[in-house]
Structure formats: C-alpha cells, structure tokens
C-alpha cells in the first residue's frame, strides 16, 4: 500500500527548533519529488517547501525561507523539514506529500507542531 | 510568488444541482493546476491535476478546465458526500501556492 507517515511534532517554546520525519512506503521513493504542507487551526492549506528526487532542487515559501530546510534520504525513504526560529504562526498541522504531475497523490496524516510564546 | 483567489467563499446549493467554483491566479500558470477535496479531519483528496485531468477514482461528476489565469471546478450534480472545502493549487512556478478555499454546503 502506497502511505507516508509524519512524526516529530510537538510542542515548543517561541525562537526554538524541531525536525518532522515522512517514512514513505509502497512506491519508489526516489522517483518522485516530496512536498510539506502545513494548515493551521481553522485555516486552508499552506504550501511550505517542496524538493526533487535527488535533492538538487529545493524550493520554499516565503514564509519559511531561511528559517526552515527540506531534505530527504532516499536510503531510507525518508523525508525531513528542519524548522528553526520558530513562531506562534508556525503553529499547525504539518503534512507531507507526493507530487504527481502538477499535484500531490499521496497524502499522510499529518503531524502537529504548537509553539508557545 | 503566484497569488490563487477562489470564489466563492462559501458555496450553499441544493442536492442535484450544479456547484461551478473559480481560481483565479495573479499571473500565469499555464496548466498547472491541481483541485484537492478536504473534509473536516481529512488529508486532502487530489481530485484533478494539470488543469482538466481526473486523478484515480474520482467520480466523473467533478470536472476542471482553464488555462492561463483562469480555472473552474465543477461538480455536475451535488451529492451530500461532496460537503468539503476545496482548493486549487497552482505549480506553474517553482514556488506552488494554494488558494483560500471554497466551502461548499448543501442547502
């Protein structure tokens, strides 16, 4: 079964850090550029950062440019977004997903990231 | 960095009717276009990429189209099961970006 996993949310202080993981499993994973997704509480979806197979490209939003990092580990299927300096308005649920022509397919269920001022 | 504007912001109509949903983007994106389908405590649902195409398993009743700046959902007759919010999504620059959303209620 084609799935990706988040983990590594949690809760942290304004100004502080955190590393979310995406193990993904069922297709071959360096085939395909990887995105994170955040939404916060009540809102819509936030594209964050995207990067492509062999990590020679990476792209962010502006929001997160400089203070956050995509990177993966095609070894290990795995995908990971370094948040730093982090804000009360980084606060969300942050997913990541696979892309897939000019969208994203695959899906996981998400992990939650709270910072307190 | 593309801005995506989506109207309306809320949809309300009744079952069987046509629900039609707009996303207009500040600059060109060509056709790279996705619409996503998210229900309350859901990953989004891919339901159509690159502008018109219908992603895997998604009832024929949803259809896209456009090009450009301008795109349009459709759902040609709404059923209770399509209450969501939905979103475009434009990769026609490196930067992708979603739009607000369009809630869509049944009256």
């Known amino acids: 079964e084609v799935q990706l996993e988040e983990s590594g949310g949690g809760l942290v202080k304004s100004g502080g850090s955190l590393r979310l993981s995406c193990v993904a499993s069922g297709f071959i994973f360096s085939n395909f550029w990887m995105n994170w997704v955040r939404q916060a509480p009540g809102k819509g979806l936030e594209w964050v950062a995207s990067i492509n197979g062999d990590s020679k490209y990476k792209y962010y939003a502006a929001s997160v440019r400089g203070r956050f990092t995509i990177s993966r580990d095609n070894a290990e299927n795995s995908l990971f977004l370094q948040l730093t300096s982090l804000s009360v308005e980084d606060a969300a649920l942050y997913y990541c997903a696979r892309s897939y022509r000019s969208g994203m397919d695959i899906w996981g269920q998400g992990t939650t990231v709270n910072v307190s001022s | 960095e593309i801005i995506l504007t989506q109207s309306p912001t809320t949809l309300s109509l009744s079952p069987g009717e046509r629900a039609t949903l707009t996303c207009r983007a500040s600059s060109s994106v060509t056709n790279f276009v996705a619409w996503y389908q998210q229900k309350p405590g859901q990953a989004p649902r891919l339901l159509l990429y690159?502008?018109?195409d219908r992603a895997a398993g998604v009832p024929a009743r949803f259809s896209a189209s456009g090009s450009g700046t301008d795109f349009t959902l459709t759902i040609s007759s709404l059923e209770a099961e399509d209450v969501a919010m939905y979103y475009c999504q434009q990769r026609g620059s490196p930067v992708a970006s979603f739009g607000g959303g369009t809630k869509v209620e049944i009256k």
């Open positions: 690159d502008a018109s």
